[in-house]
C-alpha cells in the first residue's frame, strides 16, 4: 500500500493510504479486470463513467489508469510509480493530466476552455486525460457543449467522468460513454484494509471494534478510514471499543438490546426510561436509530432462516434468536419501513432526540402506523340506514334471516374498504394516516363517509377538517370509485362501548417518568 514521506506534517489516513495501483484497489475486481485488459489488448474507451457510491475507489481508480497509460516503466499494465510521469500525475502535477471538480466548474463557460484547450497535443505524456468529478453537477449547457467533444476527442485523449449519481447525467452522456459501477464494499474487506492499516501505525485494536467501525462505514472505504483516523486522534495508539462508541454517538450491543426487547414486547416505560437514559448521556440520534434498525434488520434474517448472512458472532446471534420468537415477520418489516421514514425526518426536525421518542412511543402503542386498523363498530340501523337500503332487492316475502346475512356481509366489506382508505392515505401522506388514528368510521350514507372524532385530540381534530380533507376525501373515493362521495364529521366523542378496550393499554401520565412527560403528553392531545 502507498504511503506518503514519513518527514511531511500530518497526512489523513484515506489520503497517506490511498490506492496507488490496480492490485491495491479493494472489492473492484471487476472494474480492475475490465481495465487492465483494455490496456493489455489495446481496447480503451474515448470516455468512461465511473459511477458507485462515495468512497469506493472512482477518483484512485482514474489517478491509476492515467499512470498506467502514461507510464514510462518497463511494466505492461501496472504503473512503475517511479518514472517521472507517475510521480507527477501522484503528485497532481502532471499538465496532461487534468481533474476538474464539476461542483465548482459546472458552468458552461468552464467547458469551452476546456474544448479550446482539448486539441492540443500531450506535452509531457502519452495521452491527455480529463479526470471530471461529481460529473452530475454539471449545468446542462455545460452538458451540452461537452457533447460533440465527448463524442468525437481527439487522438490520444481520455475522458473520466465520476460520479455517486449517474442518473443525473443525461441520455446523451451515458450513450457516448462505457460506464464502469462500483459497488459498496462488504464488510470484511473493509475490516481487512483497515486491519493492514493499524498493523501499519501500530495501533491496538481488537476485531470487534474493527468490525464496529467497518459496520458504520455502511460499505465506504473512505469513511471507515476516516473514522479510524478520527479515533486514533481522540485515543492515540491504543483504542478501546469504548472509544469507539464514545466517537459515533452511540453505545454498546447489551445496552442496546435491552431498548430493542422493551420496544418488541412493547414495555412502554422501560423502553422510553432507557431512551431517555441514552439522551441524557449524550448519544446521538440519528446513529441510535440506524443502531436500532440494525437489530431489527439482523432479527428479520433470522426470523427467515437467512442467519448465515450476517456477520455475527455465536453470542450475539444467541441472543438475538432468543429475542426473534417475540416477535413476527411483518411486525419486523412493517418496524424498518417506519423507522427508514424517520431516518428521513430527523435531518430536518429542530429537536430530532424528542421526535424519536414520540416516534418509539407510537410505534409501541397498540394502533401503531403500521399495525393493522382497529376494529370498526358495527354502525347500528339508527346510526347509518342507507347501508340496508342500498342493497340488493329484498326477496318477495323477505325472512328475518337472510336480511342479517346480507348486513353481516355488507359490514364486513366496508371494514374492509375502511382498511384500504387508511392505507391509500398513509401511502398518500404518512401524517394524515396518523391523525386517522383518532378517528372511527361509521359508514357510508349516500355520497357522505361519516367520520366520528375523538375527545382529546384538538390537534389532530383541526389537521382532518383543513390540512388533510382533501387527502382523506381521495382515498375514500379512490376505494369506492365514486367521485361524487366526500367526508363529513361527528363531532361528539364516541360512546366507551364504541371503542374495544386495549390488550396492551399505555401507561398513564403518573406511571410514566417525568423526563418523558411532554413525549405522553402529546399523545393525550394536550401538547403539540
Known sequence: ????????????????????????????????????????????????????????????????????????????????LTCSNCIKISKGNAVDVIELDAASHTGVDNIRDLNDKINFAPLECLYKIYIIDEAHMLSTGAFNALLKTLEEPPEKTLFILATTEPHKLPATIHSRCQQLHFRCLKTQEIVDNLKHIAIQESITLTDVSLLTIARNASGCMRDAISLLDQVYSFRGASISQDDIYMILGTTNFEQLMALVTHFVKG?????????????????NSTQLLGDI??????????????????????????????????????????????????????????????????????????????????EIPSPTPKENPPLVKDQEPAPAAPQKEPVTTINTKQEKSDQEKWSDVLNHTRKTKASAFLALQN??????????????????????????????????????????????????????????????????????????????????????????
Open 1 to 80: 500500500m502507498g504511503y506518503y514521506n514519513a518527514h511531511m506534517s500530518h497526512v489523513t489516513f484515506y489520503r497517506k493510504y490511498r490506492s496507488l495501483l490496480f492490485s491495491e484497489i479493494k472489492g473492484q475486481e471487476h472494474i480492475v479486470q475490465t481495465l487492465l485488459n483494455a490496456i493489455q489488448y489495446d481496447r480503451l474507451s474515448h470516455a468512461y463513467i465511473f459511477s458507485g457510491p462515495r468512497g469506493t475507489g472512482k477518483t484512485s481508480t482514474a489517478r491509476i489508469l492515467a499512470k498506467a497509460l502514461n507510464c514510462t516503466g518497463n511494466t505492461d499494465t501496472e504503473p512503475c
Open 267 to 283: 414495555d412502554i416505560t422501560p423502553a422510553l426510561n432507557t431512551l431517555s437514559k441514552f439522551m441524557d448521556d449524550g448519544l
Open 293 to 374: 434498525t440494525e437489530i431489527l434488520r439482523q432479527l428479520l434474517f433470522i426470523k427467515l432462516g437467512l442467519s448465515d448472512q450476517l456477520e455475527l458472532d455465536d453470542a450475539r446471534l444467541e441472543q438475538l434468536s432468543s429475542l426473534v420468537k417475540e416477535v413476527t415477520s411483518d411486525f419486523l418489516v412493517s418496524r424498518l419501513e417506519a423507522f427508514a421514514r424517520v431516518a428521513s425526518d430527523l435531518k430536518w426536525f429542530p429537536n430530532p432526540n424528542l421526535l424519536l421518542q414520540v416516534k418509539l412511543l407510537t410505534l409501541m402503542s397498540p394502533h401503531s402506523p403500521n399495525e393493522t386498523p382497529m
Open 439 to 528: 378517528v372511527t368510521f361509521m359508514g357510508i350514507s349516500g355520497t357522505e363517509a361519516s367520520l366520528k372524532l375523538h375527545k382529546g385530540f384538538q390537534f389532530h381534530k383541526e389537521k382532518i377538517q383543513s390540512e388533510y380533507k382533501d387527502i382523506i376525501n381521495a382515498s375514500f373515493r379512490e376505494v369506492y370509485q365514486n367521485p361524487q362521495l366526500k367526508i363529513t364529521f361527528v363531532e361528539q366523542s364516541p360512546p366507551e362501548t364504541d371503542v374495544k378496550p386495549s390488550p396492551n393499554p399505555q401507561p398513564s401520565p403518573t406511571q410514566t417518568p417525568k423526563t418523558i412527560n411532554d413525549v405522553v403528553d402529546l399523545f393525550q392531545g394536550k401538547v403539540i
